[in-house]
Structures are given as C-alpha cells and as structure tokens.
C-alpha cells in the first residue's frame, strides 16, 4: 500500500537557518503529493502541493520538488522564522479507483529559537 | 468563501451523552472528510462522503455515525463514546478528483469523561 516516510523531529533550529524536511513515499503511479502545516491549536493548512513528476511546489519561502526518480519531496526554506514554528506533515494522495484518501507522514516538529 | 467551518470548537461530553459535530463549506467541494487526531499524530482518516452518498468508512466504530444533509454540510453523531475516543476531530473538503487538495477546518477538541 501507500506510504510516506519522513524525518523524524524534532527539529531546532535558530532564526534564519536553513531547514530541510526529508519526506519519502511509495506509491504506485503518479501520486499528488503535498505538505501541510499545523500551529499549535489549530486544524492543518496547506502549504504547498505538487502533481507530477519535476513539479516544484512554494508558498511562504518553502519549496519542494517532486522527485519521481527518488520517490522524494524534500520541503525546505532558506530563512526559518519564530512564526514557522509548527508540526509539518508530508502526505500523498494515490490514484485507485474513487480513493480520495490522503497518506500522512507521521509529522516533524519544528521549533525555531530567536 | 475559503474556509471549512466546525463547530463546536471544544466538546466535553460524558460516555452515556450524545452530541454532534458539525462542518461547513461553501467552496462547491462534493468531497467532505472526517479525521480523528491523537496528540503529536498525523490525522486518521475515518468517512469519505463523494456527492454527499458515504464512500469510505475505516472501519470506524458505530459510535460514531455520520451524516451529509447536503453539499455544503458534514455531521458527526456521537453516543456513547469511550475515554479512548477524546481527540482533535478534523473535517476537509475538497473538489472530486484524484489530484484535488484537501482544506481543513481549525478542528473541534473533543474530551469524554
């Protein structure tokens, strides 16, 4: 079946560091892959998606390239803020049948120190 | 409109209660989404409703009974949960279609006593 693999956490890092988020999958086919971000109290949002092979997704600073060839969708950024303190959750979504179901990762803490 | 709505935000209830959860969007989605999160665990897909008919259940207990009235609206009927079931429950929607996003609403904390 479908599966994501991602770094565990948690992750400290000071402000304007540099972040990476390794994020694995296997799937068959061509899954949709996404990241989401949840703040403390709060639902999940989110940050950026990609549905095919070469795609780069970005919003907010953070990217990620869909690699088929690595089966990864390594999420980073260039400059972490206090605010970028969150859960991150790598996920995919597979393409059987009417299957809508999305494969979470099992989620990385990030805390970002001033 | 961009955002999935759920209320209550929190729920105390006791094992003998029975409540419901309510989500609401007016993205157009015909795809709704129920979820059970444990702390520091991603979220667990529980229903699937496509053009409002159930397409998906994992497996989930009795107890828990969903409804989707219309488009825009996904129930969650509680009786007679256990202390096991408190969580953040999460309802998404997205447009139908394989490579469609899921947006989620802010949760509702749910605590049986």
């Known amino acids: 079946g479908d599966s994501v693999t991602q770094m565990e956490g948690p992750v400290t890092l000071s402000e304007e560091a540099f972040l990476t988020i390794n994020c694995t999958y296997t799937a068959t086919g061509y899954p949709s892959l996404f990241w989401y971000v949840q703040y403390p109290g709060e639902g999940l949002q989110l940050l950026l998606k990609a549905t095919k092979a070469d795609d780069k997704g970005s919003n907010k600073g953070f990217e990620a390239t869909y690699r088929k060839e690595t089966t990864s969708f390594h999420l980073e950024k260039g400059s972490v803020q206090v605010s970028d303190s969150a859960v991150y959750f790598c996920a995919l979504r597979g393409l059987r049948g009417s299957n809508y179901k999305l494969t979470f990762g099992k989620g990385t803490l990030l805390t970002v120190n001033p | 409109d961009t955002e999935v709505t759920q209320t209550p935000k929190h729920l105390v209830m006791g094992m003998t209660n029975k409540k419901s959860l309510k989500c609401e969007q007016h993205m157009g989605h015909r795809a709704m989404y129920w979820y059970k999160q444990k702390a520091k665990k991603p979220p667990e897909l529980m229903f699937v409703y496509s053009y409002e008919k159930l397409s998906i259940n994992e497996s989930v207990p009795s107890r828990f009974s969903p409804e989707c009235p219309n488009s825009s609206l996904l129930n969650l009927h509680l009786h007679a949960l256990q202390p096991e079931d408190s969580a953040l429950y999460l309802c998404?929607?997205?447009?139908?279609?394989?490579?469609?996003?899921?947006?989620f609403g802010p949760g509702t904390r749910l605590t049986v006593l």
């Open positions: 998404a929607s997205s447009l139908a279609g394989a490579y469609n996003e899921q947006f």
